[in-house]
């Protein structure tokens, strides 16, 4: 059965399965590296959509990066909240707006705990966009700092398309 996604109206725009079509990871301190990547936003009844995210190499297959979570809006405004882990050793609370009638949400880290071996560098902050080109095409970018690169930088681009509702 469907579930009823007025609880996530201004957010229901990402739900479904997303495959990327272009993914680039690229940062000053490497070679940029196309990737693909898929993504997935479900809504199962809550007040929040979940999330899970998974990268691999398209030459070998190799699983890549990984991150999963929630996305919630606080109700009656257009804050969003997004938390989630990711498999390098961090979990961050992702803050920011949304803007509905132009299908997109606007990011900014404001808490980023990571585990106890790590490897350096650290990333300090995330500022993350996702934007609705088209009714199926989604685009994400992610700029970060590190503890050794302290400006915000590009560090991925990537556009999918809508593989499954
Ligand atoms: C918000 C999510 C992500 C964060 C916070 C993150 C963080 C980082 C950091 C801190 C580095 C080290 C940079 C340096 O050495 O100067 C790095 C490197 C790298 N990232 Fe990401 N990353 C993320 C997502 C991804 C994704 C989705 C991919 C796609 C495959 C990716 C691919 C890479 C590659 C290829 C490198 C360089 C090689 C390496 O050090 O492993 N990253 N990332």
Known sequence: MANNT???KSIAWLIGKWEST???ASFPSMQPMPYKEE????????????????????????P?????????VKPGTNEVAFMCAQNLG???IEEGSLNEEHSQVDLESRAIGRMS??????TTKIS????LLKGDTLEQTVFMSTTKHHELTPHLYAV???INE
């Open 6 to 8: 007025d609880n996530v």
């Open 22 to 24: 272009e993914a680039t």
């Open 39 to 62: 993504l997935v936003f479900t809504h199962v009844g809550q007040p929040m959509l979940n999330f899970s995210f998974h990268a691999w190499n398209p030459q070998t297959g190799k």
């Open 64 to 72: 890549l990066h990984k991150e999963s979570g929630f996305l919630r």
């Open 90 to 92: 961090i979990v961050e």
């Open 117 to 122: 071996f790590a490897t350096e560098p650290h």
């Open 128 to 131: 993350r966009k996702f934007k």
């Open 160 to 162: 999918y398309k809508k």
